[in-house]
Nanobody, 125 residues
Framework: QVQLVESGGGLVQAGDSLRLSCASS????????MGWFRQAPGKEREFVAA????????YYADSVKGRFTISRDHAKNTVYLQMNSLKPEDTAVYYC??????????????????WGQGTQVTVSS
């Protein structure tokens, strides 16, 4: 089992920055892919970014490319999402997820095996 706990969400103004953290416990990540997703009210869960635990593959959604940065800290078993130049349309609950399979279809929520509880990000205009 893998437990994921997100933190770092909050209420900010447009143009501000936030850094989300996803701390893991339980089984080690090994060759997992770690993803960030978000879900706004009334919308489907949307892919944001993914990183491979080993090898450093990284993939971003077009909507966040150039503004968000995903990274990982092996020593802390933690994945981060640095969000800059936030926009009101970034408002959502952000979820961290772990995919135990190799680096394929990382933008597909159903590919992920473990999920955190989510953290709210609200960006005011």
């Amino acid at each position: 089992q893998v437990q994921l706990v997100e933190s770092g969400g909050g209420l900010v103004q447009a143009g501000d920055s936030l850094r989300l953290s996803c701390a893991s416990s339980g089984r080690t990540f090994s060759n997992y892919a770690m993803g960030w997703f978000r879900q706004a009210p009334g919308k489907e869960r949307e892919f944001v970014a993914a990183i491979s635990w080993i090898g450093g593959n990284i993939y971003y959604a077009d909507s966040v490319k150039g503004r968000f940065t995903i990274s990982r800290d092996h020593a802390k078993n933690t994945v981060y999402l640095q969000m800059n130049s936030l926009k009101p349309e970034d408002t959502a609950v952000y979820y961290c997820a772990a995919d135990t399979r190799p680096w394929v279809r990382v933008a597909v929520p159903s590919e992920y095996d473990y999920w955190g509880q989510g953290t709210q990000v609200t960006v005011s205009s």
